[in-house]
């Protein structure tokens, strides 16, 4: 029966009931930043914040772990990792990234090599329009960055990247340490470019307009058809993570 649980069919289902019995309950009270010869810290009441994998948070700017201190200090009664971007943004660079980076660099250059603003929709001429408008500066802004000049096409036909243009945005991930490449990532994979991304991170771009960028399309849409909800509360999560990105950028700069 829809809406009612197997095991007790006379209690209706409370999805967000069932997801608060899942959470862990608050175990700290004083939430602090603490120096230490590697980097900042933080502590729950008095003992150090671990990642999943048992390592130590090491940030190398206060501010940055300031940031994570916030969301400890925010929780309730029960911890809510999903209301705590950017700490989740912080254990991904310090557990998965950390130990080898090689992985994420190819994500990210996957998505460069099919960025989301080298294509081009083939009509109606407004959107057109207004893709070349928008995309074509922030390639033009890449390239006087990196060196790296992505190609465009039109339509669904696939276009190759020169491997020099990926190779220059290798270089800048190269460079880049573990928690601000997670950082990227995220921004990455949720404007679908590359070029946004690092646009963000470099701080050419914030983060509302880097996310109307790569939503020109969907936006456009919308003023033909109309807004669609599930799509809308979507945005919304993204809007969040995207910010928390950016917040972590900004705090490590």
Excluded: N
């Amino acid at each position: 029966m829809s809406g009612v649980t197997p095991s007790d069919p006379g209690k209706i289902f409370d999805p967000d009931a069932e997801r608060l019995a899942r959470l862990a309950r608050r175990f700290y009270t004083e939430v602090d930043v603490v120096s230490h010869a590697d980097g900042e810290g933080i502590a729950l009441d008095g003992r150090d914040l671990k990642t999943p994998a048992r390592r130590a948070v090491r940030l190398p700017r206060r501010s940055a772990a300031e940031l994570v201190a916030a969301e400890w200090r925010a929780q309730g009664e029960r911890i809510d990792p999903s209301a705590m971007p950017v700490t989740r943004l912080v254990w991904t660079g310090i557990d998965r990234i950390g130990p080898d980076p090689r992985a994420t660099h190819e994500e990210i250059l996957g998505y460069a090599g099919s960025d989301l603003v080298c294509y081009r929709a083939e009509g109606p001429p407004v959107l057109v329009a207004r893709q070349a408008e928008a995309w074509d500066a922030m390639l033009d802004w890449l390239e006087a960055e990196t060196g790296a000049r992505l190609r465009t096409t039109s339509g669904i036909v696939h276009v190759t990247q020169d491997a020099s243009a990926l190779g220059r945005i290798g270089a800048v991930l190269a460079a880049m340490a573990p928690v601000r490449l997670a950082a990227l990532h995220m921004a990455v994979v949720l404007t679908g470019s590359a070029t946004l991304a690092l646009a963000l991170e470099r701080g050419r771009l914030d983060a509302p307009a880097a996310w109307a960028l790569a939503r020109i399309d969907e936006a456009f849409q919308q003023e033909q058809w109309g807004e669609d909800a599930e799509a809308a509360a979507r945005d919304a999560v993204r809007d969040t993570d995207l910010a928390a990105a950016e917040a972590l950028m900004r705090a490590l700069d």
